[in-house]
């Protein structure tokens, strides 16, 4: 039984009356311990997925169907996160499990110091204040932050963007959660800040055992972070494995396209890949291949319905109606 079990999980938006499909049937296992990537293009519906995880979805968007099953050990039962009431998912978001947002330094409050932010997680959960300073002063020392004294007493606007994504890390961390949903954790820091964070990140589910849902739109660092790794498009995953099989031999032409565009050594000089167009709106998804106007193998039979889910064995499952046929 894995930590977290994701089934048939979809998600509209409301518009005009209507709800419109942003995610559709959705399946994903997290197994405890692991560290899984979760990747694809601005606009697939990552950030979704993790909001829909701990039911924090702006106001627009309604849970449409499936089971989101959270089973933290075999001495506490399993639990759907989708039927659980606001009391009882509230002891779970911070503690169980947390997630790090976007944009670390909006969504820190720009009027409390870092220490009252790092320990308010804590004190929610039961701990006095004085626990909670020792508590969020010990792990910005275990996370290597310097100086943990004075990070402790700053406001956000006297820290450096990398430094925010760490507090934003150490509040995630804090009750030592067996799920961290880290979304686009290494956006918009430069080369050396990206490796302190995967570091950071590393260490926490070395230490603390934590599984980790890793969200990135760069899949040079999917490659260089996780175990296990599924690709979405278009409020769908379209293909899923093993990290190193998926990389190795992609067998979705969008994981192809992904991948291809990777720079590396062995490319230097030639062409990297691209992926003509855009990835749809939800206004504009077409019922068949949600990829197919984007493919350059797709046919009539993408057109007409959505391919099924096909079994590669060794743990990778991918939606296309060419899995398995030469190129």
Do not use: W
């Not at 925010?164 to 686009?184: K, N, S």
């Not at 080369?191 to 230490?207: C, G, T, V």
């Amino acid at each position: 039984m894995a930590l977290l079990e994701v089934r048939n999980l979809s998600v509209g938006i409301r518009r005009n009356n209507e709800s419109l499909p942003a995610l559709s049937g959705i399946d994903f296992d997290i197994e405890a311990g692991e560290i899984t990537g979760l990747a694809g293009e601005s606009g697939c519906g990552k950030t979704l997925t993790a909001l829909s995880i701990l039911r924090l979805l702006p106001k627009a968007a309604e849970i449409a169907g499936g089971s989101i099953m959270f089973n933290p050990g075999p001495d506490e039962k399993g639990r759907d996160l989708l039927s659980l009431e606001e009391a009882e998912l509230c002891r779970i978001r911070g503690k169980d499990i947390s997630m790090i947002f976007q944009e670390p330094r909006q969504s820190l409050n720009p009027l409390l110091r870092i220490g009252a932010q790092i320990g308010e997680t804590l004190k929610l959960h039961g701990l006095g204040d004085k626990q909670a300073r020792e508590a969020a002063l010990d792990l910005l020392e275990k996370l290597g932050l310097p100086e943990p004294e004075k990070v402790f007493s700053a406001y956000p606007h006297q820290i450096s963007g990398g430094m925010c994504q760490r507090v934003m890390i150490a509040i995630a961390a804090i009750c030592r959660p067996r799920l961290l949903i880290a979304d686009e954790p290494s956006t918009a820091l430069d080369q050396a800040s990206q490796s302190q964070i995967l570091a950071l990140l590393q260490q926490i589910n070395r230490d603390f055992g934590a599984s980790i849902l890793f969200i990135s739109h760069d899949l040079s660092l999917v490659r260089r972070f996780c175990r296990r790794f599924l690709v979405m498009y278009a409020g769908r995953i379209v293909e899923k494995g093993p990290a190193e099989t998926l990389f190795s031999a992609p067998a979705h032409p969008y994981t192809r396209g992904l991948i291809g565009a990777i720079p590396n050594r062995e490319r230097r000089g030639r062409p990297l890949a691209n992926i003509s167009g855009r990835v749809p709106s939800i206004e504009d998804r077409l019922p068949g291949c949600p990829f197919a106007p984007r493919c350059p193998r797709s046919g009539e039979k993408c057109l007409a319905a959505l391919p099924p889910e096909t079994d590669l064995g060794g743990g990778r499952l991918v939606r296309c109606v060419m899995a398995g046929k030469n190129d």
